[in-house]
Nanobody, 126 residues
């Protein structure tokens, strides 16, 4: 099973930026779609962004469109989430996940993802 390790979270003021990284333990990573989800206290886990196995297709939840960018470096087994113009409502634990099936273009439902990282906390102060 692929292991995923996130990093890059922290405390930032509203309007600031952060870049999250997620490193996969296996080279098979490059054949799978990757996604970021987040979970705020007292709320359900929410889809944030997804990138296809090829990197050619991306999808975002409406609330982050134009502010967040998902990308991947298959040579480094890493997926990124560049977050800009951060808002207090972006505060959450952010998780990366890998799709259950290879060659998936895009997915946004948690059940479509088979392995998850441990999460990294993002806190945006007003």
């Amino acid at each position: 099973q692929v292991q995923l390790v996130e990093s890059g979270g922290g405390l930032v003021q509203a309007g600031g930026s952060l870049r999250l990284s997620c490193v996969a333990s296996e080279r098979s990573f490059r054949s799978y779609a990757m996604a970021w989800f987040r979970q705020a206290p007292g709320k359900e886990r929410e889809f944030v962004a997804c990138i296809s196995w090829s990197g050619k297709s991306t999808d975002y939840v409406d609330s982050v469109k134009g502010r967040f960018t998902i990308s991947r470096d298959n040579a480094m087994n890493t997926v990124y989430l560049q977050m800009s113009s951060l808002k207090p409502e972006d505060t959450a634990v952010y998780y990366c996940a890998i799709s259950r099936s290879a060659r998936v273009v895009l997915a946004s439902i948690a059940a479509d993802f088979g392995s998850w990282g441990q999460g990294t906390q993002v806190t945006v102060s007003s």
